[in-house]
């Protein structure tokens, strides 16, 4: 098993920046697919970006690309998402996942039910 904990949350106004930290703790980090997920209020939880086990394939969903960029470092267990230009509709919890490697070479990546462990999610709040 893996625990991980986000944390980098926080208020923002419209066009700004923020990053995102997910620290992985127990098993080895290093071979899951990470991704980011967000959920607002009323909405179901959507796949934001997601990166591979070695840090080589990412991808993105289609409302945050050009805007956002995930990262990994293995040697630190840590996933990062850095945010630029931020939307009031980027509002919400963001949590960070890990499933099995081979998650993020299909074209599922986005889906929730693939993925066996979640923290518990950072508030991301963007005021226009």
């Known amino acids: 098993q893996v625990q991980l904990v986000e944390s980098g949350g926080g208020s923002v106004q419209a066009g700004g920046s923020l990053r995102l930290s997910c620290a992985a703790s127990g098993d080895d980090y290093s071979i899951y697919c990470m991704v980011w997920f967000r959920q607002a209020p009323g909405t179901e939880r959507e796949g934001v970006a997601a990166?591979?086990?070695?840090?080589?394939?990412?991808n993105y969903g289609d409302s945050v690309k050009g805007r956002f960029t995930v990262s990994r470092v293995n040697a630190n267990n840590t996933l990062y998402l850095q945010m630029t230009s931020l939307k009031p509709e980027d509002t919400a919890v963001y949590y960070c996942?890990?499933?099995?490697?081979?998650?993020?070479?299909?074209?599922?990546?986005?889906?929730?039910?693939?993925?066996?462990?979640w923290g518990q999610g950072t508030q991301v709040t963007v005021s226009s």
């Open positions: 996942a890990a499933g099995w490697a081979r998650v993020c070479f299909s074209d599922s990546w986005w889906k929730s039910e693939n993925f066996n462990y």
């Open positions: 990166i591979s086990a070695g840090g080589t394939v990412t």
